[in-house]
């Protein structure tokens, strides 16, 4: 870090994602400080943010705030930043290790509102910079295309599922269910040496996708599914049934954002899934992969590039 020094630095954090933020704080060497929410009967928030005695905050502050379920927590980002402004942070970052409202970046139908097109410049004028985890980016290439911040850093989460999946099942055959995946199962399988291929797939809507497994004989080996995401789950259940049909030995499921619900995780397991792994990006209980020393490699990178 350079210019401010890392006394002026604070990480904000709201309780619900204190586990999250104290890794963060450890690895990155940020005053941990956090932000007091108050909801109102009428559901309105009110924010308290952790000023020292002379009603100030430090400088350089980071806000930690992961977009799962994200539509208060936009709200909650607009009176944070906007009140961290006036209480004296020069440089105002977010890391979202979670980025919502990515996946609409066109209008598939007429008068749709293209998501990603506006939650992005909005991010963009609150923050200075933005930290996030392999966002889920489809027709826009890069992420400062999505979010025009001055700073808009992508970690991935690919190397530290990498690492993990080679300490569980050693020499697993690493499978992508669709070819957006190709891009972490090929850095994840490169990093080790492991064996890969990708799925092909069509969504027909929210809940239906059909799956076709790549030209490979899966017989009698341990595959690990790798995906930037779970949600409803039917892309890796659709993807699990093939590769058990096809003589896998086993299916295990590794995820970087599990955005999925206990019943549809369920469904997972009754398709066939033995292990589901996640990093800690959205909490979740199959959380095995801490991304916090990424994040803070990120945050101090952002930093120097602010001075
Ligand atoms: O099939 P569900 O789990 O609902 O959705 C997640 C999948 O849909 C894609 O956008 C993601 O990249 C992932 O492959």
Same mark, same amino acid.
């Given at each position: 870090?350079?210019?401010?020094?890392?006394?002026?630095?604070?990480?904000?954090?709201?309780?619900?994602?204190?586990?999250?933020?104290?890794?963060?704080?450890?690895?990155?060497?940020?005053?941990?400080?956090?932000?007091?929410?108050?909801?109102?009967?009428?559901?309105?928030?009110?924010?308290?943010?952790?000023?020292?005695?002379?009603?100030?905050?430090?400088?350089?502050?980071?806000?930690?705030?992961?977009?799962?379920?994200?539509?208060?927590?936009?709200?909650?980002?607009?009176?944070?930043?906007?009140?961290?402004?006036?209480?004296?942070?020069?440089?105002?970052?977010?890391?979202?290790?979670?980025?919502?409202?990515?996946?609409?970046?066109?209008?598939?139908?007429?008068?749709?509102?293209?998501?990603?097109? $506006?939650?992005?410049?909005? +991010? =963009?004028? *609150?923050?200075? %910079?933005? @930290?996030?985890?392999?966002?889920?980016?489809?027709? &826009? /290439?890069?992420?400062?295309?999505?979010?025009?911040?001055?700073?808009?850093?992508?970690?991935?989460?690919?190397?530290?599922?990498?690492?993990?999946?080679?300490?569980?099942?050693?020499?697993?055959?690493?499978?992508?269910?669709?070819?957006?995946?190709?891009?972490?199962?090929?850095?994840?399988?490169?990093?080790?040496?492991?064996?890969?291929?990708?799925?092909?797939?069509?969504?027909?809507?929210?809940?239906?996708?059909?799956?076709?497994?790549?030209?490979?004989?899966?017989?009698?080996?341990?595959?690990?599914?790798?995906?930037?995401?779970?949600?409803?789950?039917?892309?890796?259940?659709?993807?699990?049934?093939?590769?058990?049909?096809?003589?896998?030995?086993?299916?295990?499921?590794?995820?970087?954002?599990?955005? $999925?619900?206990?019943?549809? +995780? =369920?469904? *997972?397991?009754? %398709?066939? @899934?033995?292990?589901?792994?996640?990093?800690?990006? &959205? /909490?979740?209980?199959?959380?095995?992969?801490?991304?916090?020393?990424?994040?803070?490699?990120?945050?101090?990178?952002?930093?120097?590039?602010?001075?």
């Amino acid at each position: 870090m350079t210019g401010l020094p890392a006394a002026q630095a604070c990480l904000l954090y709201f309780d619900d994602e204190r586990p999250a933020a104290e890794r963060l704080a450890a690895a990155s060497g940020l005053d941990l400080r956090p932000v007091q929410r108050h909801r109102f009967p009428d559901g309105e928030l009110k924010l308290t943010l952790p000023v020292d005695g002379a009603g100030q905050l430090p400088a350089r502050a980071v806000l930690l705030r992961s977009l799962y379920q994200p539509n208060d927590k936009l709200v909650e980002l607009l009176l944070a930043a906007r009140a961290a402004r006036g209480l004296g942070v020069r440089h105002l970052t977010l890391v979202a290790p979670y980025l919502a409202y990515m996946r609409q970046d066109i209008a598939f139908h007429p008068g749709e509102a293209v998501s990603q097109r $506006i939650v992005g410049p909005f +991010l =963009a004028s *609150l923050f200075d %910079a933005v @930290v996030t985890v392999d966002p889920h980016l489809h027709r &826009v /290439a890069t992420l400062p295309e999505a979010v025009p911040a001055a700073q808009a850093v992508v970690v991935s989460g690919a190397p530290l599922l990498a690492d993990w999946i080679v300490q569980q099942r050693p020499g697993a055959l690493l499978v992508g269910p669709d070819g957006e995946s190709a891009q972490w199962v090929a850095q994840a399988a490169q990093r080790h040496g492991l064996q890969h291929a990708v799925c092909t797939k069509e969504r027909h809507g929210d809940r239906s996708v059909t799956i076709a497994l790549p030209p490979l004989d899966v017989r009698g080996r341990a595959v690990v599914l790798l995906d930037d995401m779970a949600s409803t789950g039917h892309t890796l259940a659709q993807a699990t049934r093939l590769l058990l049909q096809a003589g896998a030995a086993s299916v295990d499921v590794a995820v970087t954002h599990a955005l $999925i619900a206990p019943d549809a +995780l =369920a469904a *997972l397991h009754e %398709a066939g @899934v033995g292990c589901f792994w996640s990093t800690d990006c &959205v /909490a979740h209980a199959s959380n095995a992969v801490a991304m916090a020393p990424a994040l803070a490699e990120a945050v101090a990178q952002v930093a120097a590039a602010l001075e």
